[in-house]
């Protein structure tokens, strides 16, 4: 259960990034965050505090996703950052 609540993290971290949404569909992350908000309304009327919990997460990052791809959807996304390492640090890394 926590995987499938979590499993935008990776998406999320780099749209916030690089604001880069295309190729992410704006229907399809609408139609996630209703069908979790449901099974958390569910959850919540059934008392299971697991259901409840995990699915605040799942409502939560799937609603932030959707508000970056709806918000940066005709936006230029930002180059991404280049990170150095051994092979692009002054000296060669030596």
């Known amino acids: 259960m926590v995987l499938s609540q979590v499993f935008y993290v990776p998406n ?4 916030l990034r690089t604001r880069d949404v295309r190729g992410y569909s704006l229907a399809a992350w609408l139609m ?3 069908g979790l908000a449901c099974y958390l309304v ?3 009327a059934r008392g299971d505090p ?3 919990v995990a699915n ?5 990052g ?3 996703t ?3 791809v709806w918000r940066w959807r005709n936006v230029t996304p930002r180059p991404a950052a280049v990170v150095p390492g051994p092979s ?3 000296g060669g890394g030596q």
């Open 50 to 52: 697991v259901g409840i």
């Open 56 to 60: 605040i997460f799942g409502v939560s």
């Open 66 to 68: 959707t508000a970056c």
């Open 88 to 90: 692009t640090a002054p």
């Open 42 to 44: 569910y959850f919540i």
């Open 32 to 34: 996630l965050s209703a």
């Open 12 to 15: 999320t971290i780099r749209i």
């Open 62 to 64: 799937a609603s932030l």
